[in-house]
């Protein structure tokens, strides 16, 4: 970068120069005059060329300099200049919110700002005058291609590619590049401005997602108000029949006719549920009262597998947290029916938790049933995704107790024991006094 006089400045330069220096000749004469006076009298040849080597030597050192003192306070003058413009320069650099790279036609780097210090992980040392490292050898091709185009006065904005970090790591990024016309004989340069787009690639796939769960939604409502009327219907006349063949061979399979009929209901409530939940109405409830309620209603199906259930939630009960008691026992009630069709006959359930550091609570429940393989964790989530048999399960337990836990700001997570098995946690935050109590409570214990 230049900075400089331009032509009006230089004209004023030289006049100021011209007249300080004419202004300092007749100075030295009239101040030599004024100590010598005889000079001016009684002049011949001699005297006349005395008076002007003496005096013309001695105003020439003084305008040198004086000159010198000039010119070199005026480029200092300029350097600072120069300086702070440089300064601003990499300030306004390196406080924007995207990585610029300033790049020469070899793809050359000349400037690298600190936001692509932090995208990228390379230090402006390490780029400086090297060829640009984010860009692979494969990627080269696109990357002049998209140059071209510059040149041939197309412009790019926020065009969705890849680069790599100093670690490896390949990352979707928008990039917008700028060219900078050659000058004096200089090449011509290229600016390049990348921005991150991971947050808005999840917010995209976010959108996709509600749009299609939206729509799935529309469609799961008018599904089962056609077939819950049917369904009905069947039970009843089900049940008409096993009455008139009570005692006969084939109660058995009225019986398992029933059982099925009686799975597509509780599919078809699913979906509604799914697809229609009621209005949150959350109030300060205790919540280790709201999980003993659910245990409570699963007694029989626990009973009914010999199942052995452990309920260590005794450190929960002083506290509470905001919530809509309805919506939490759903959401409960989902991941203990999983893990009681997830144990073997006599297996074991332990429900257990306690208050954490970070003001929030937390609930596990563990099973010894199979879990669930490390691929397949990612999915369970997923409407209509389910591992168990077909005619089991309707893969809408899990995503309506992630639904009810996020309108909760809870957390919901997955994960296989080591022991065997499976946890399942629930994080909520505490009430406000809820976090009083925990610390009054711990001050108690100490």
């Not at 413009?85 to 300030?91: F, H, L």
């Not at 140059?147 to 041939?152: A, D, E, Q, S, T």
């Not at 928008?174 to 000058?183: F, G, K, L, T």
């Not at 098995?421 to 505490?430: A, C, F, N, S």
């Amino acid at each position: 970068m230049k900075v400089g006089l331009g032509p009006p400045s230089w004209r004023w330069f030289l006049l100021t120069v011209a007249l300080s220096c004419t202004t300092l000749i007749a100075l030295v004469f009239a101040l030599w005059e004024l100590v010598e006076r005889r000079y001016f009298r009684n002049l011949d040849y001699v005297t006349l060329h005395y008076l002007y080597i003496t005096r013309g030597i001695a105003g020439a050192l003084l305008t040198g300099f004086w000159a010198t003192w000039f010119v070199l306070r005026e480029r200092r003058l300029h350097d600072e200049q120069l300086e702070q413009s440089y300064e601003r320069y990499r300030t306004i650099l390196n406080n924007m919110p995207e990585a610029v790279a300033l790049l020469d036609e070899n793809l050359r780097v000349l400037e690298w700002n600190e936001a692509a210090e932090k995208l990228f992980g390379f230090d402006r040392g390490q780029v400086l005058g090297r060829g640009l490292p984010t860009v692979p050898a494969e990627g080269r091709l696109e990357l002049r291609e998209v140059l071209g185009r510059i040149v041939y006065g197309q412009g790019v904005l926020d065009y969705e590619t890849e680069r790599q970090t100093a670690g490896g790591e390949e990352i979707p990024v928008a990039v917008s590049y700028a060219r900078i016309p050659p000058v004096a004989n200089q090449p011509q340069l290229f600016v390049e401005v990348a921005q991150d787009i991971r947050p808005r690639l999840r917010m995209r796939d976010k959108l996709l997602e509600l749009e299609k769960l939206t729509l799935m939604g529309q469609m799961a409502a008018g599904t089962a108000h056609h077939l819950n009327t049917p369904l009905t219907a069947m039970l009843l006349q089900v049940e008409l029949l096993r009455q008139q063949a009570r005692g006969l061979s084939h109660s058995s399979e009225l019986a398992a006719i029933e059982q099925r009929i009686r799975f597509c209901q509780v599919f078809v409530q699913n979906l509604l549920q799914f697809a229609h939940r009621p209005q949150l109405q959350q109030k300060p409830i205790v919540l280790c009262e709201v999980i003993e309620a659910v245990l409570t209603l699963f007694r029989p199906s626990l009973n009914l597998k010999r199942a052995n259930l452990r309920f260590d939630c005794e450190e929960l009960r002083p506290f509470r947290i905001l919530g809509d008691t309805n919506h939490l026992e759903a959401m409960f009630s989902a991941l203990l029916s999983n893990a009681v069709d997830a144990i073997p006959p006599g297996g074991d359930i332990r429900v257990h938790g306690g208050v954490r550091t970070d003001d929030t609570v937390e609930v596990h429940f563990d099973d010894n049933g199979p879990g669930i393989a490390t691929a397949l964790l990612p999915r369970v989530f997923e409407p209509f995704f389910t591992t168990k048999p077909a005619g089991q399960g309707t893969g809408l337990g899990l995503a309506i107790a992630r639904n009810i836990a996020e309108e909760h700001k809870a957390e919901l997570h997955l994960q296989n024991r080591a022991e065997g098995g499976m946890r399942v946690t629930v994080r909520l935050p505490l009430l406000k006094d809820g976090v009083a109590a925990v610390t009054s409570a711990k001050e108690g214990r100490t």
